[in-house]
């Protein structure tokens, strides 16, 4: 069934909508792909070739998210088309709120919090409505029905409960039925101690299914004629594409090389691929494509599958070039102990770029900021690019405006005018510290495993950039070069970022539930040690106040702030470079994971009378592709008017790859 599409955008004026559908705890948004009818038509294509091949691994992503996620997907785009009972009752009423969450977590599990949903409907609707289909579904609908609906099964997608075994109580499907985290602990450290290249290491169990077969442990590789073929076939079919439109040889190869990677699914050859990458720094257009991010691996290793299309934004790229031709004094002024410090900042590259299209575990949740590659050798040796995507951040502060967030949790109306100043710019700063900066700053001692803090891995790792961002986006060198109008603009950020640590980030969170997400522990970790050390001062450099029966967050010092800030600094960069996993845990269980339960139900309290959505993600754009009598591309544009289902629905059509269970 065709739906209906909403005009989001008239073409004949300067209006854009940037809020969108509502449902659930979500706000669906639309970005504009602004400066793309300026690029050369060789660009354009580029960018819709690349784009394609972004939006071809969606199933590699569901399946990886849970082994029942593209039958249920199935069977619930096929009620949503052709159920003919009534529509218009509270039954499929909850039912089109499940399928658009779970549309939304590329999965049955919340894309932040990992709990299972739990349907509005019940199983007596979901019987009926198989019952009602003229098309039979290809598989076994009965098995579904505990998967959906027993809150026993399956309950967390990535558990990182401490003291638990995370790889089998998680229904992340990076591991096979019945193996043990001790068991993929120790089938990867002996392929580390057998590494014939230590000072190079190969990132282990990247793009692989670990399993077990006639009791023995063996990987299943994700590459073409391996695990996800059929899909990664597809990618590579439009990366050859756009390697016909390349903008330049070295572009062309780091294309070639991505190529090889997936056709072999060879490690080593990843590597070389992330070389090339990080030097081919002459384009305009760039992307990112494959097995990237470990957050969704209890452990931290295997990687989620994502995609993007972009290119730069060349006046916004200004700021962030003033912070990577700088990254040695950042480096050597850090207030980490000089032998956590890189005596050589080689190849750090940062850009503001625009969004073209988000695909994979970009899509339709995304982050603002990247910086790749993720091997810590590489980066040493070769370097690092660092992004911040800037139609998304200022899609995300147009959508806000008005919306009495601030009105209702900011202390005072001094406090409110100076973020309503200077917010959006400082927050826009410390992404680019965060992604430029911080992840590409510190080293590991020699020796140190990188994957040895386990799965406080990615808390740290996030902690660690937040907090050279927040140190050094009050450093008056930041003034000096332009990038903050004085010195103090940046109390915006001190401000916004503890609220949201020790408050705000709680609308989130399931009331009884903790902390389970690596950014949002990340935020907790550092407001709750940084309030804490803070009242052992005479007069606390920040507190919690009550005021009127409510809690705000007061700064009374910024400068001690400041200095607290760096004492973490120090402290994480510690930990991450001697590999001090107990470190590590003490600081994230005891500062990051614990909800305060009365303050918890007071936020939720506060926020649910502002009527507003905690979770946000965005609707692409869609490409037009013009072409000629003989087929050739004469020219593409970019539109905006899909409706959210619409697009679910078409990609599900579109780029299906892989069968409906991949062993």
């Not at 529509?87 to 939304?104: G, P």
């Not at 709990?115 to 579904?144: C, M, N, V, W, Y």
């Not at 869609?622 to 959210?644: L, M, S, W």
Request: aromatic share 12%; hydrophobic share 35%.
């Amino acid at each position: 069934m065709m739906m209906a599409v909403p005009a989001t955008i008239n073409a004949q004026t300067e209006s854009f909508n940037y809020a969108d559908e509502r449902f659930a705890d979500l706000q669906m948004l639309r970005y504009r792909v602004e400066g793309f009818e300026k690029l050369s038509l060789q660009q354009k294509t580029l960018v819709y070739y690349l784009s394609e091949a972004a939006l071809c691994g969606r199933d590699i992503l569901w399946d990886q998210n849970g082994r029942y996620n593209l039958r249920i997907r199935q069977l619930l785009e096929t009620i949503y088309t052709d159920y003919t009972g009534d529509r218009k009752s509270k039954d499929f009423q909850a039912f089109t709120v499940y399928l658009k969450r779970v549309w939304f977590s590329n999965g049955i599990h919340h894309h932040y919090g990992c709990e299972k949903f739990q349907p509005g409907f019940s199983e007596a609707f979901l019987r009926k409505a198989i019952k009602s289909l003229s098309t039979k579904l290809p598989f076994d609908t009965e098995e579904l029905f505990p998967i959906i609906f027993d809150p026993t099964v399956m309950p967390k997608r990535t558990n990182q409960a401490d003291g638990e075994d995370l790889v089998l109580t998680s229904a992340a499907n990076y591991y096979g039925s019945g193996v043990t985290q001790a068991e993929a602990e120790a089938f990867y450290q002996q392929m580390k101690d057998a590494d014939p290249d230590p000072a190079h290491p190969i990132m282990f169990g990247m793009n692989s299914r670990l399993v077990k077969e006639d009791g023995q442990l063996k990987e299943k590789v994700w590459r073409s004629g391996g695990l996800y073929g059929a899909a990664i076939d597809r990618i590579i079919y439009w990366l050859q594409r756009a390697r016909t439109v390349a903008e330049n040889d070295k572009q062309a190869a780091v294309i070639d090389k991505l190529i090889e990677y997936y056709r072999t699914g060879d490690l080593k050859t990843f590597d070389a691929y992330t070389i090339l990458w990080v030097n081919d720094t002459e384009g305009t257009v760039d992307f990112t494509n494959g097995f990237t991010e470990s957050y969704g691996d209890p452990l931290g290793m295997k990687a989620s599958w994502e995609g993007l299309a972009n290119f730069k934004d060349m006046a916004a790229t200004a700021r962030t070039e003033k912070l990577s031709a700088n990254a040695q004094w950042f480096e050597d002024n850090s207030p980490v102990d000089k032998r956590f410090k890189k005596e050589n900042c080689r190849g750090i590259t940062a850009k503001v770029i625009v969004a073209a299209i988000l695909g994979g575990d970009l899509y339709p949740s995304t982050a603002i900021g990247i910086n790749l590659p993720n091997s810590n050798w590489v980066r040493a040796e070769h370097g690092s690019k660092s992004v911040t995507i800037g139609n998304l951040t200022d899609a995300y502060n147009k959508a806000a405006r008005g919306n009495g967030f601030l009105e209702e949790f900011v202390v005072d109306d001094t406090t409110r005018t100076l973020i309503e100043k200077y917010g959006d710019a400082c927050d826009d700063l410390h992404t680019d510290l965060h992604e430029c900066l911080g992840h590409g700053s510190g080293k590991l001692l020699p020796g140190v495993d990188a994957d040895s803090l386990k799965a406080y891995g990615s808390t740290i790792e996030e902690a660690r950039a937040d907090l050279f961002g927040l140190y050094y986006v009050a450093d008056p060198k930041l003034t000096e070069l332009g990038l903050t109008p004085n010195d103090e603009a940046y109390k915006s950020q001190y401000y916004t970022y503890m609220m949201n640590g020790l408050m705000t980030q709680l609308v989130r969170i399931e009331p009884g539930n903790d902390i389970e997400e690596a950014h949002m522990r990340n935020r907790s970790l550092i407001a709750h040690w940084v309030l804490e050390h803070a009242q052992e001062a005479l007069q606390p450099a920040v507190e919690l106040i009550q005021r009127d029966g409510k809690t705000f967050v007061q700064i009374n010092n910024y400068a001690a702030l400041r200095h607290l800030f760096g004492e973490l600094l120090a402290e994480i960069q510690r930990i991450k470079s001697t590999g001090d996993f107990e470190g590590a845990r003490q600081l994230v269980e005891k500062y990051g994971v614990k909800v305060e339960r009365t303050l918890h139900g007071e936020v939720l309290q506060r926020y649910k009378s502002l009527n507003l959505a905690p979770y946000k993600g965005f609707i692409n754009p869609v490409y037009v592709v013009e072409k000629d009598k003989d087929g050739q591309i004469t020219d593409i544009r970019v539109t905006y008017d899909e409706a959210y289902d619409h697009q679910m629905l078409r990609y599900s059509h579109e780029y299906k790859t892989l069968p409906l269970i991949n062993d």
